[in-house]
């Protein structure tokens, strides 16, 4: 059974009005899980774009792409094309898992936990994002001092 999405107007006058009730409740953790995330993404994009000028470029490429795939106008658990391959493609982007959460929790209620499968994607990106921050600053750590 699939429940029916509320009005944008008094989900947003009851995230005013009531900031901590209900399931408007989840925003902190999913602002600490994005914190984490983005400090992870920032740090290893720091050390590229300081050791070459092109990474910006392809940053800005990306990102458009990142944000074009991922589920901000459209939610990914509610796709046209079932394709259990491409969803779970998609389940790995990062903005996919907030904007399903915050989606999740807004309008349909439910919590971002509920959902083991994305929360486990997201853990795995996060790891393997962490993995590469470390191991860029590694590998850079004699050679960013020179280039600053």
């Given at each position: 059974?699939?429940?029916?999405?509320?009005?944008?107007?008094?989900?947003?006058a009851?995230?005013?009005?009531?900031?901590?009730?209900?399931?408007?409740?989840?925003?902190?953790?999913?602002r600490?899980?994005?914190f984490?995330?983005?400090t992870?993404?920032?740090?290893?994009?720091?050390?590229?774009?300081?050791?070459?000028k092109?990474?910006?470029?392809v940053?800005n490429?990306?990102?458009?792409?990142?944000?074009?795939l991922?589920?901000?106008l459209?939610?990914?658990?509610n796709?046209?094309i079932?394709?259990?391959?491409l969803?779970?493609?998609?389940?790995?982007?990062?903005v996919?898992?907030?904007?399903?959460?915050?989606?999740?929790?807004?309008i349909?209620?439910t919590?971002f936990?509920?959902d083991?499968?994305?929360?486990e994607a997201?853990?795995?990106?996060l790891?393997?994002m962490?993995?590469?921050?470390?191991?860029?600053?590694?590998?850079l750590?004699?050679?960013?001092a020179?280039?600053l």
């Amino acid at each position: 059974m699939t429940t029916q999405p509320r009005h944008p107007y008094v989900i947003l006058a009851a995230a005013l009005l009531l900031p901590g009730a209900g399931h408007v409740l989840q925003g902190k953790q999913q602002r600490g899980l994005m914190f984490l995330f983005f400090t992870m993404w920032s740090l290893f994009a720091s050390l590229l774009s300081a050791m070459s000028k092109d990474f910006a470029n392809v940053v800005n490429s990306f990102v458009t792409a990142i944000f074009w795939l991922s589920g901000v106008l459209w939610d990914v658990n509610n796709m046209a094309i079932k394709h259990p391959t491409l969803t779970a493609l998609l389940k790995f982007n990062p903005v996919t898992f907030f904007a399903t959460g915050f989606r999740n929790a807004f309008i349909y209620h439910t919590w971002f936990w509920d959902d083991l499968w994305s929360l486990e994607a997201f853990g795995i990106s996060l790891v393997v994002m962490f993995a590469f921050t470390i191991y860029t600053y590694y590998r850079l750590r004699r050679d960013i001092a020179d280039v600053l």
